[in-house]
């Protein structure tokens, strides 16, 4: 079966999907371990599936879904990029669900089968935006991770039905745009193959109408992307959610979208000049976006808006690079949505463990937690360090790989950008450390050590703990892994 | 929506309709293959064919899917279309190949025979989401 590993990604947790409510009825448990499994055997056919492009001269493992050659038929591609972000997303997910465990346990057991199949039906979504190499399949799978993710952000309560029904609203619109924008380019064209929509889109003559089509897709995929100024949606999605969903949602589907336009930029329109001027445009939102997510953040008095907020800052270091198109920046960049995604996944599996246990999340209310919950005020604190930037976790190399790009292209707004929010970052994240760790009433007696399960636990500290070793070993990664994902025109 | 708001020339309709409209829908998934139309489409016939039934008669009609049947009508019907998917790789082909069926038919028939599988699935998935959403729409009219 080994060769149908591209399609396997996908299918496996889709069919799980399908699977576990049945199973569900009758004992929610075993809903859950199927979940756990199938996301496991995801994770491992991705890992597999990535080893076996990395050790291939070209790189490039194409899969044709039903026998139909491309560009008739739909095509699944494995390359560096996106077999990278697929172990990415495997991993999370299955960090994610191990974590939801303990907090499902106190939910309703009818509930619990549901709440599994959204997830896998979530998590296949964004694998198959990863994995597909035809851009109307992608849209349809925006769409299913899209709906799977309305549904489980929404389960949080009456403020997070509310603010989910806005993400609604402004995720249609967004998904709209981008199919807007796709039916000009398969009008123009006649194909919807990412590869062969590059050859075809380069032979053609140069029209409004592609320009169109290009900016309608730019606008939708940025708008999922969170890119400023189209954010407006994320901070109240990722606040009222349940802790497992934020958890998950704010680390990949961000990134995911980013892939996207990444993936559409400079693979399928690199040659074209509205390609061009869209990376100007999303270069200074990004540069905006690092300055007023990192600002806003910096207002919040609950710890998950300042997370929130920060991500909107973090996905304009993510565009940013990508903008700056040098071989430099777009490592950076690359590295960057691995490294938010582990770190981001980290503080907000943390933050909602502590608000599960103690009901807490605003800044002032972790006072004195670290002597509570010693071991996940250690993870947070190791993914907020690395957050900041600081060596030798992941978030110094990435944010250095960027500013060194930001210098050979000499955008100094950026790099002042760039400087600017660590600062900003460094005092909203230490005054959150401050208050774990030395913030405490001293008069009064230690309160009784109790820390997470061990189920949301282990996940929250695997993911520091990888956060601390790429950062120690993060040179591999970088040479076998992201400059191998760079676009042909740009390496 | 225990009571239907059906008055006689509605019920009259209706009775007229029914069987035409599930022969329609059963007729838009067979040929789907060749023709406008397909799982999803038929799918939705036949579901809009339950939904008028009970939309006239309520409950009374015995028409009633309850939502645990449907749910499983959703799953099943997706599970055939993956477990059809999944046929290809176990003999042979690619993913949602038909062509490496093992049938004893000519290859343009083990094709259609395949994709009227995954077209009867989707149909089923399709029938059992459109009840489960007019169930909760219901319910929701029910508890306001």
Redesign the interface.
């Given at each position: 079966?080994s060769e149908?590993l591209p399609?396997l990604i996908v299918?496996v947790p889709?069919?799980a999907?399908?699977?576990v409510?049945?199973l569900g009825?009758r004992s929610s448990g075993a809903a859950h371990i199927v979940t756990l499994g199938a996301l496991a055997a995801t994770l491992v056919a991705a890992s597999v599936a990535l080893a076996r492009v990395l050790r291939t001269a070209d790189g490039v493992w194409r899969?044709?879904?039903?026998?139909w050659a491309p560009p008739w038929g739909i095509e699944y591609v494995l390359d560096p990029l996106s077999g990278g972000m697929s172990v990415l997303v495997a991993g999370l997910a299955l960090a994610a669900a191990i974590y939801a465990g303990p907090y499902l346990r106190t939910a309703d057991p009818d509930r619990i089968g549901l709440f599994d199949s959204l997830y896998l039906l979530l998590v296949a979504g964004l694998l198959g935006i990863v994995v597909t190499g035809d851009l109307f399949n992608l849209y349809v799978f925006l769409e299913i991770s899209a709906i799977a993710a309305y549904a489980l952000l929404s389960t949080g309560g009456d403020r997070a039905a509310v603010a989910t029904f806005r993400y609604l609203l402004v995720g249609t619109v967004a998904a709209s745009c981008y199919l807007l924008g796709i039916g000009y380019l398969y009008a123009l064209t006649g194909t919807l193959n990412m590869a062969d929509l590059s050859v075809r889109l380069a032979a053609a003559d140069e029209s409004t109408a592609t320009a169109v089509g290009v900016g309608l897709i730019v606008i939708g995929l940025a708008i999922k992307a969170a890119v400023f100024p189209f954010h407006g949606w994320l901070p109240d999605a990722y606040t009222y959610a349940p802790p497992p969903v934020t958890g998950f949602v704010a680390a990949v589907m961000t990134k995911v979208s980013a892939y996207a336009l990444y993936r559409v930029l400079y693979f399928v329109l690199g040659a074209e000049p509205a390609a061009a001027s869209a990376l100007v445009f999303l270069g200074w939102a990004g540069v905006a976006a690092i300055v007023a997510g990192s600002w806003l953040a910096l207002a919040q008095s609950d710890v998950r808006r300042m997370l929130a907020y920060s991500s909107v800052g973090q996905m304009g270091y993510i565009i940013f690079g990508f903008s700056l198109g040098s071989p430099i920046a777009i490592v950076g960049a690359l590295f960057h949505v691995l490294n938010h995604a582990l770190m981001k996944g980290c503080l907000f599996l943390v933050t909602g463990g502590i608000r599960w246990r103690t009901g807490v999340s605003s800044v002032a209310g972790f006072a004195g937690l670290g002597r509570r919950l010693p071991l996940s005020a250690t993870a947070f604190a190791l993914a907020a360090v690395s957050m900041v930037g600081l060596p030798p976790t992941a978030g110094f190399f990435s944010k250095w790989y960027l500013l060194l790009g930001a210098f050979e292209a000499e955008a100094w707004v950026g790099v002042a950008a760039l400087v600017g929010s660590s600062w900003l970052s460094a005092i909203y994240f230490f005054r959150v450390l401050e208050r774990l760790f030395v913030g405490a009433d001293e008069t009064t007696p230690a309160p009784e050590r109790r820390d997470l399960p061990f189920g949301m636990l282990a996940p929250a500290l695997a993911l520091a703990v990888v956060v601390l070793l790429l950062g120690l070993f993060h040179q591999p990664v970088v040479t076998h892994l992201l400059e191998r994902a760079l676009p042909p025109t740009v390496s | 929506m225990n009571s239907g708001f059906g008055s006689p020339a509605l019920d009259a309709a209706s009775r007229l309709m029914t069987p035409f409209m599930l022969m329609f829908g059963a007729y838009v998934v067979v040929y789907g293959h060749d023709s406008p139309g397909g799982g999803f489409q038929g799918g939705v016939i036949i579901a809009a064919c339950l939904i008028l039934v009970r939309l006239v008669r309520g409950r009374a009609a015995g028409w009633v899917m309850p939502p645990e049947v449907a749910v499983v009508l959703l799953c099943t019907g997706a599970g055939i279309f993956a477990g059809v998917g999944l046929l290809g790789p176990i003999f042979g082909g690619h993913f949602l190949d038909y062509s490496a069926l093992p049938l004893p038919l000519a290859p343009a028939e083990v094709r259609a025979a395949g994709s009227l599988a995954v077209e009867i699935g989707v149909a089923l998935a399709v029938t059992g989401v459109l009840e489960l959403i007019f169930d909760v729409l219901v319910e929701a009219r029910d508890d306001a």
């Amino acid at each position: 079966m080994s060769e149908h590993l591209p399609v396997l990604i996908v299918v496996v947790p889709l069919s799980a999907a399908f699977v576990v409510p049945l199973l569900g009825r009758r004992s929610s448990g075993a809903a859950h371990i199927v979940t756990l499994g199938a996301l496991a055997a995801t994770l491992v056919a991705a890992s597999v599936a990535l080893a076996r492009v990395l050790r291939t001269a070209d790189g490039v493992w194409r899969y044709e879904l039903g026998g139909w050659a491309p560009p008739w038929g739909i095509e699944y591609v494995l390359d560096p990029l996106s077999g990278g972000m697929s172990v990415l997303v495997a991993g999370l997910a299955l960090a994610a669900a191990i974590y939801a465990g303990p907090y499902l346990r106190t939910a309703d057991p009818d509930r619990i089968g549901l709440f599994d199949s959204l997830y896998l039906l979530l998590v296949a979504g964004l694998l198959g935006i990863v994995v597909t190499g035809d851009l109307f399949n992608l849209y349809v799978f925006l769409e299913i991770s899209a709906i799977a993710a309305y549904a489980l952000l929404s389960t949080g309560g009456d403020r997070a039905a509310v603010a989910t029904f806005r993400y609604l609203l402004v995720g249609t619109v967004a998904a709209s745009c981008y199919l807007l924008g796709i039916g000009y380019l398969y009008a123009l064209t006649g194909t919807l193959n990412m590869a062969d929509l590059s050859v075809r889109l380069a032979a053609a003559d140069e029209s409004t109408a592609t320009a169109v089509g290009v900016g309608l897709i730019v606008i939708g995929l940025a708008i999922k992307a969170a890119v400023f100024p189209f954010h407006g949606w994320l901070p109240d999605a990722y606040t009222y959610a349940p802790p497992p969903v934020t958890g998950f949602v704010a680390a990949v589907m961000t990134k995911v979208s980013a892939y996207a336009l990444y993936r559409v930029l400079y693979f399928v329109l690199g040659a074209e000049p509205a390609a061009a001027s869209a990376l100007v445009f999303l270069g200074w939102a990004g540069v905006a976006a690092i300055v007023a997510g990192s600002w806003l953040a910096l207002a919040q008095s609950d710890v998950r808006r300042m997370l929130a907020y920060s991500s909107v800052g973090q996905m304009g270091y993510i565009i940013f690079g990508f903008s700056l198109g040098s071989p430099i920046a777009i490592v950076g960049a690359l590295f960057h949505v691995l490294n938010h995604a582990l770190m981001k996944g980290c503080l907000f599996l943390v933050t909602g463990g502590i608000r599960w246990r103690t009901g807490v999340s605003s800044v002032a209310g972790f006072a004195g937690l670290g002597r509570r919950l010693p071991l996940s005020a250690t993870a947070f604190a190791l993914a907020a360090v690395s957050m900041v930037g600081l060596p030798p976790t992941a978030g110094f190399f990435s944010k250095w790989y960027l500013l060194l790009g930001a210098f050979e292209a000499e955008a100094w707004v950026g790099v002042a950008a760039l400087v600017g929010s660590s600062w900003l970052s460094a005092i909203y994240f230490f005054r959150v450390l401050e208050r774990l760790f030395v913030g405490a009433d001293e008069t009064t007696p230690a309160p009784e050590r109790r820390d997470l399960p061990f189920g949301m636990l282990a996940p929250a500290l695997a993911l520091a703990v990888v956060v601390l070793l790429l950062g120690l070993f993060h040179q591999p990664v970088v040479t076998h892994l992201l400059e191998r994902a760079l676009p042909p025109t740009v390496s | 929506m225990n009571s239907g708001f059906g008055s006689p020339a509605l019920d009259a309709a209706s009775r007229l309709m029914t069987p035409f409209m599930l022969m329609f829908g059963a007729y838009v998934v067979v040929y789907g293959h060749d023709s406008p139309g397909g799982g999803f489409q038929g799918g939705v016939i036949i579901a809009a064919c339950l939904i008028l039934v009970r939309l006239v008669r309520g409950r009374a009609a015995g028409w009633v899917m309850p939502p645990e049947v449907a749910v499983v009508l959703l799953c099943t019907g997706a599970g055939i279309f993956a477990g059809v998917g999944l046929l290809g790789p176990i003999f042979g082909g690619h993913f949602l190949d038909y062509s490496a069926l093992p049938l004893p038919l000519a290859p343009a028939e083990v094709r259609a025979a395949g994709s009227l599988a995954v077209e009867i699935g989707v149909a089923l998935a399709v029938t059992g989401v459109l009840e489960l959403i007019f169930d909760v729409l219901v319910e929701a009219r029910d508890d306001a």
